[in-house]
């Protein structure tokens, strides 16, 4: 069974940029759809984006032109390059995997990581 880490959050200020990681371990993640996800202090699980493994890309409007996911199958790793970070955007982010890239709920996705914490100050 596949587990998922995520890595690269931390402590940005407004306009900045982080690289979030998702490595996988115990099988490829080459084959699979790969969701972020995030939740922020009471609320609910919200869609970030997903990327298929022929590389097309489903984004919430909320990050579209900031926010880009990408994955290098050799390093079983995808990843989550955020630009022009918000407040709004903090957050705990996961990734998981799924079926398709163009699901966008929660329950659509499966082998949750542990979550690594972004925090965006104004």
């Known amino acids: 069974q596949v587990q998922l880490e995520e890595s690269g959050g931390g402590l940005v200020q407004a306009g900045g940029s982080l690289r979030l990681s998702c490595a996988g371990s115990g099988r490829t993640l080459s084959t699979y759809a790969m969701g972020w996800f995030r939740r922020a202090p009471g609320k609910e699980h919200e869609f970030v984006g997903a990327i298929s493994w022929r590389v097309n890309t489903n984004y ?13 199958n050799a390093k079983n ?22 079926s398709r890239y163009d699901y966008t709920e929660k329950y659509d996705y499966e082998h949750w990581g542990q979550g690594t914490q972004v925090t965006v100050t104004s």
């Open 60 to 72: 919430a409007d909320s990050v579209k032109g900031r926010f880009t996911i990408s994955r290098d």
């Open 77 to 98: 790793t995808v990843y989550l390059q955020m630009s022009s970070l918000k407040p709004e955007d903090t957050a705990v982010y996961y990734c998981a995997e799924g």
